[in-house]
DNA sequence: TGTGATGTTGAATG
DNA sequence: GCATTCAACATCAC
């Protein structure tokens, strides 16, 4: 699930769930996916904090806490969160909870445990050190534009980097490649500007539009990826099925002439 | 039963 | 230093 949209709908739901409630008790099942804490020292750290507001930056949500430390949810492939009082809505993979003072409490679920918790003490430095890049929503025109130089290295590469922006996954890069018919392998310093424009435009709008419905892939628009990235599709142009390929290190679906592959010179 | 999965990281390689 | 590829992480679902 979470890539940015993920997240942000995540974000939303902590933000309407968690804030301003005093954290009672914290109880820990598994602090694998806890990364710099070990179980008690998570459960030292938290008893008795405050959650205040939060900040997304990709797919990174960074909750705030009342001595102005943070607490980072990475979600992994595979995490969530669950807010719920009755023991019936705990989950089978819940690693950690947290009960406030008003009886609710806030699970984290994580089946396969790649999600990574992090007690942050400064935020600028966390981000520094991990080079996290701006996030696909915040980062203009012409930071986008100019971190396309001089790359040769592959478009869907480009776009799931997080070091140059923050935020895209695997599936939403394959939408943005396949709206503005670019081919996935297309070298980054080989595409044309305008087409270049074009992918920054639709990599926003497919972001904004999956965050509207709240990444509820059900209520996506019918011809996004959730209905042509499977095997048999055919291009809207009806001359080519979809293919897939690993590239960028990822499985990648595209529809081969019908998304057009640059390539440099020599 | 084997295989792949919406993510990140670190090592190895070119 | 840069880009790419691969394995690892841990588990589930098809």
């Keep these: 699930m979470p890539e940015l949209p993920e997240v942000e ?14 954290i009672e ?8 996916i806890i990364r710099n804490l070990n179980g008690d020292e998570f459960i030292n750290k938290l008893t008795g904090r405050t959650f205040l507001d939060s900040y997304r930056r990709g797919k990174y949500l960074f909750a705030r806490l009342d001595n102005d430390e943070y607490l980072l949810f990475h979600f992994g492939m595979t995490g969530d969160l669950n807010y719920y009082e009755l023991d019936v809505d705990r989950t089978k993979y819940e690693r950690f909870v947290f009960y406030f003072t008003n009886h609710q409490r806030l699970g984290f679920d994580c089946p396969r445990k790649f999600a990574r918790i992090n007690y942050v003490e400064n935020l600028e430095a966390y981000i520094a050190k991990v080079g996290l890049g701006p996030d696909a929503l915040e980062i203009s025109w012409t930071e986008f534009l100019a971190a396309t130089k001089n790359k040769k290295g592959t478009f869907k590469g480009f776009l799931l980097n997080q ?6 996954g695997n599936l939403y890069a394959d939408e943005v490649c396949y709206q503005t018919r670019i081919h996935p392998a297309s070298q980054v310093g080989a595409i044309p500007t305008k087409k270049l424009k074009a992918a920054f435009e639709a990599m926003k709008d497919i972001l904004n539009t999956a965050i509207q419905r ?11 990826f ?20 690993k590239i960028g290190g990822r499985t990648t679906y595209f ?3 019908y998304q057009r592959l640059y390539t440099l010179k020599n």
């Design 9 to 22: 709908t995540f974000k939303k739901y902590f933000d309407g769930t968690s804030l301003n409630q005093q």
């Design 25 to 32: 008790r914290v109880e820990v099942s598994d602090d694998k």
């Design 163 to 168: 070091k140059i922006l923050a935020g895209v």
């Design 214 to 224: 709240s990444a509820y892939y059900k209520e996506y628009p019918e011809n996004w």
């Design 226 to 245: 959730w209905e042509w990235r499977k095997e048999g599709t055919k291009s809207p142009d009806g001359k080519v099925e979809v293919a897939w390929e």
């Design 255 to 257: 529809f081969p002439k």
